[in-house]
């Protein structure tokens, strides 16, 4: 199973908005509507953002939105705050209890 | 609330072989699934395979399958991954995080426990 495509890095200015996308195949992304979005800052576990493709958790701030096309997911993040640095990573479920993460994006923000 | 509690820190040698705990609270400890996921040093998160605490059942990402394996303890609401034949490459934060039936997303997770595999 490889890891989903991720850009390395995305950045922003302030109350920009940013997307970061995520590529997969047919065998996960392009299979199932269960892709989550990741936050982690330096040292921290990470916290769920998206799940199930565009839905928030309770407590995550609705300038964070998810999409999916074809083999592609998305993570969209208006407005931009200096606290929205951190490294972002998509998941997908694949199939027969097995999960698959991308490759992660630093996001910076200028 | 769920909580997840990882033990601390280990330092091993290549060859050896690592087990991290990671005790579950503020839940029905059999209604959650347990998953682990690795981070190498600046690396990217990487899914290493899952247990039901209910029947003990499991499943491997194929690169660990022969190395690691997860157990679980019911009366401790405790479940265990255990990964052998260490190398330098399996020097990583390991955390625990949970999934139910009716979901496909990891949360919450455990704080993360170091490996280091050094001689």
């Known amino acids: 199973q490889s890891a989903l495509t991720q850009p390395a890095s995305v950045s922003g200015s302030p109350g920009q908005s940013i997307t970061i996308s995520c590529t997969g195949t047919?065998?996960?992304?392009?299979?199932?509507?269960?892709v989550s979005w990741y936050q982690q800052h330096p040292g921290k576990a990470p916290k769920l953002m998206i799940y199930e493709g565009s839905k928030r958790p309770s407590g995550v701030s609705n300038r964070f939105s998810g999409s999916k096309s074809g083999n592609t997911a998305s993570l969209t993040i208006s407005g931009l705050q200096a606290e929205d640095e951190a490294d972002y990573y998509c998941?997908?479920?694949?199939?027969?209890?097995?999960?698959?993460f991308g490759t992660g994006t630093k996001v910076t923000v200028l | 609330q769920v909580q997840l509690v990882q033990s601390g820190a280990e330092v091993k040698k290549p060859g050896a072989s690592v087990k991290v705990s990671c005790k579950a609270s503020g839940y029905t400890f059999t209604s959650y699934y347990m998953h682990w996921v690795r981070q190498a040093p600046g690396q990217g998160l990487e899914w290493m395979g899952i247990?039901?605490?209910?029947?003990?059942?499991?499943s491997y990402a194929q690169k660990f399958q022969g190395r690691v394996t997860m157990t679980r303890d019911t009366s401790t609401s405790t479940v265990y991954m255990e990964l052998s034949s260490l190398r330098s490459e399996d020097t990583a934060v390991y955390y625990c995080?949970?999934?139910?039936?009716?979901?496909?997303?990891?949360?919450?997770w455990g704080q993360g426990t170091l490996v280091t595999v050094s001689s």
């Open positions: 247990i039901n605490p209910s029947g003990g059942s499991t």
């Open positions: 998941c997908s479920y694949a199939g027969s209890s097995t999960f698959v």
């Open positions: 995080a949970t999934t139910t039936v009716t979901t496909n997303w990891f949360d919450p």
């Open positions: 047919s065998s996960d992304v392009g299979s199932y509507n269960l």
